[in-house]
């Protein structure tokens, strides 16, 4: 494919996506192919000759596309949402257009710099704590500073990892077992996942409850925190959650940092969903208290327009994070001008991802960016106070940002779980369950880029009205 | 923005992107700004109100290229070249267009079936053992298959992640600390950070010589290994490499494999960036010995035409992979149909990165492929016979794939420094030195997309002058 070939196809492209756009909210939301759909009309292997891109698209709408779940569909209130918009595809393109492997200054130093620049946009955006910029304020360099990984995960394992290291300074390896993380019972699982990644053998997910609206209670902490250090174990790292994945629960920052400080433990927000939220001051009190965090994670793929991946990660000090995953041995490591992310990150090659965020802040401003998220919040607020109306259903925890978790009242398990699955096999929407409190529940999370007031409103129709069948003994529990 | 405006901006990227293919080799290779340059000229923070995408692009011209290190310049010889390609951009373009998030099946299946599908075709292009495929020889769905990891820095810390849980069942967690790596000296920093994240903490770096052309000899493998049973430890995880980032070295695979098996160690192979030479049958030799391997991670965004990001991951037994990195409880994963993604990775989120690879393939075809290897394979052949014929130089280990590895004979490490510098200054090409037996070595690594014959020879050229004056002392070292 020569440059003109490429400019004609790459034109193409953008069609297709803005086909894809304008027609999406007709497609089924979540896609309704059996496993192994693919194998069956796909060669078992590549072609010996190079094809012509026309039938290369063409297999993408004809057999990719029926593959497909929707993030993009206006009716998708699944998971959290995976938004994006047109300025990020822009910015991927560019980044992908321009293919350079920032790991170091040199390897780009635009690459780099951007970085460290929408970082520090972005956090005065959130009304993050100064100490989380790159720069102080008068001035001069900080100790701090932000990174984009490629996902919450990524986030949350780098700072346990920084909150390792910081607890085995003159320390023998072989203490290395007795380390001990905390979080809540409702923290997303890539916390977990970081501790098995680590070797962190002590993970507790210490309990919520329901009256509590299932955010961790300091007490709770407190307690487990003494019962470690009692069993001479050495507790390091405490990641709290501000918008948790089931419920979006909200654990209170300050209390729980005071207590986790009190014994040199790390602090760590996990907001990879809420955090986005923060760019109005209106929805800031949820965040109170982030000046006592080590490190702050939110992600900007999931609800502030980027596209995946991009999760970004402020910390107060690098130098834990550097310890931890720095080759380079301390006393050489750059003070000043130059920075090299490889150095705050697991993998050594990393995109142009500060791109498509540059584009997004630019092209929405910090007033368009508010107004997207109240138009969120505006919306979820509208669904929960019909779920309240209505004497069927009953809330299962406050509604908070976009989420809006409900289920049928004094119904069964089964006939809840009828009820979705009625309402993903029919495409209009789709939507995921959680546990809470024991009770199976329906979460209706609202945050696709194009989802408007009749989106909600056909949604809560067909929600209304298969309950109505389903209650009525009409559709059976699978 | 909207659809009309994307559609038209959208072309005016794809402009921007033809242009910049046409002048990369115009461009000065690696940056020229200094340290902090972008933060002069950029505002502090973003607009409170949205900005034309017209002067954002406007910035991307006049204040970013500047900062651009050119990885797609045809003069391009630093590192690993990072090519790429117009189908690959079109199929990223895609990726960001749909925005999914394939962290399981049902998240969009297409995402995960298409992404079996494609490292299956790749797999067989690089001529893999049976057991790495998805399906076995007679169709049914095999214990092994394929993976699309970031980097393979992050292939590398999986498979020693699967390591550890296979070495750790049936023991105390305390055992943690007394597991062992091993890999030799020319082996990736991402080896030793993989342990650093994993919390091995015994990681043995063995010696390799210039005389072995620093390849690692199985007699040292095998005495580290003894002397560390001996020592009461724990040996789990060693890895080979095909194509070392110093100077292309090649480990003898299946004499290693055999001393690492014997004391059931898992064997990985980083061929990150040679992989892509095994599309040729006449290059495989290197890579004898691979149904040995547990684990096998080649890297297509370095050297086969697919965009960052993009390591391909291969292994003959997926289940040690899922003991250390799925959340479910062994019992209950899905034998059969379905895949969840996540359960191979340590992030969560994903993005649909096998539609670039499968554009790729098709595009080019194996026959393509195997052409466009053979070219950059002949180029550096050419290159290495100039250096062999020019008595000022030496090659400083055998040549290799694209890589010469190669210095001025008898010259200081400062003059040799100089060269560097002084053809690094001038903008016209882009080389990295190595340290290979203690002595400043020049890497000349060919591999981007579009080098011709033409670039080799202008490089050539301007080696030898610049040769020419740092012998006659016209230039001094730095």
Not at 102 to 110: C, E, H, R, V
Not at 223 to 249: M, R
Not at 292 to 310: E, G, Y
């Amino acid at each position: 494919m020569d440059i003109e070939e490429f400019r004609r196809r790459g034109h193409e492209m953008v069609d297709f996506i803005c086909d894809y756009h304008r027609s999406v909210e007709q497609l089924p939301v979540r896609s309704q192919v059996e496993p192994g759909y693919l194998a069956e009309i796909l060669p078992t292997e590549a072609p010996q000759s190079g094809e012509l891109f026309s039938a290369i698209l063409a297999d993408v709408a004809s057999k990719i596309m029926p593959g497909m779940t929707h993030w993009q569909s206006p009716s998708f209130f699944a998971y959290y949402p995976a938004n994006h918009s047109f300025p990020a595809i822009l910015g991927e393109l560019l980044c992908a257009g321009l293919n350079v492997v920032g790991f170091s200054w040199i390897g780009s130093p635009a690459a780099t710099e951007l970085e460290t620049i929408v970082l520090d946009w972005l956090a005065k955006l959130l009304g993050l704590p100064g100490g989380f910029l790159s720069v102080t304020a008068d001035g001069r360099p900080g100790k701090g500073g932000g990174v984009i990984q490629g996902t919450a995960s990524e986030a949350a394992l780098v700072c346990l990892l920084a909150a390792r290291a910081r607890a085995m300074v003159r320390r023998p390896a072989d203490d290395q077992t007795r380390l001990v993380a905390y979080t809540s019972d409702q923290a997303h699982s890539a916390i977990k996942k970081a501790c098995m990644v680590a070797g962190v053998v002590h993970c507790r997910l210490l309990p919520t409850i329901e009256q509590d609206a299932f955010a961790l209670q300091p007490a709770v902490l407190q307690a487990a925190i003494e019962a470690d250090l009692a069993a001479g174990l050495l507790p390091c790292f405490y990641c709290a959650t501000v918008g948790s994945t089931s419920s979006c629960a909200v654990d209170p920052l300050r209390h729980l940092f005071g207590t986790a400080r009190a014994h040199n433990i790390w602090c760590h927000v996990d907001a990879a969903y809420a955090g986005s939220a923060a760019v109005c001051p209106e929805l800031r009190p949820s965040f109170d208290g982030l000046e006592l965090a080590d490190s702050f994670s939110m992600n900007p793929h999931k609800w502030l327009l980027v596209n995946s991946d991009c999760s970004a990660l402020w910390v107060q000090d690098a130098e834990p994070l550097k310890m931890a995953l720095s080759l380079t041995p301390v006393f050489l490591h750059a003070k000043g001008n130059t920075l090299d992310f490889k150095d705050w990150q697991v993998p050594l090659g990393r995109r142009f991802r500060a791109l498509k965020v540059w584009f997004v802040l630019r092209s929405y401003g910090a007033a368009g960016l508010q107004a997207y998220i109240r138009h969120h919040v505006r919306l979820a607020g509208w669904f929960a106070a019909r779920v309240r109306a209505d004497e069927r259903f009953e809330l299962a925890a406050p509604p908070r940002f976009g989420l809006v978790c409900f289920r049928l009242k004094g119904a069964s398990r089964e006939q809840n779980a009828a009820l979705l699955e009625t309402l993903n096999v029919s495409g209009k929407l789709f939507m995921v369950h959680t546990e809470l409190a024991g009770q199976y529940t329906l979460r209706f999370a609202l945050g696709s880029t194009n989802v408007q007031q009749r989106h909600v409103e056909a949604a809560w129709q067909e929600i209304s009205d298969c309950s109505a069948r389903i209650l009525g003994g009409e559709v059976h529990g699978t």
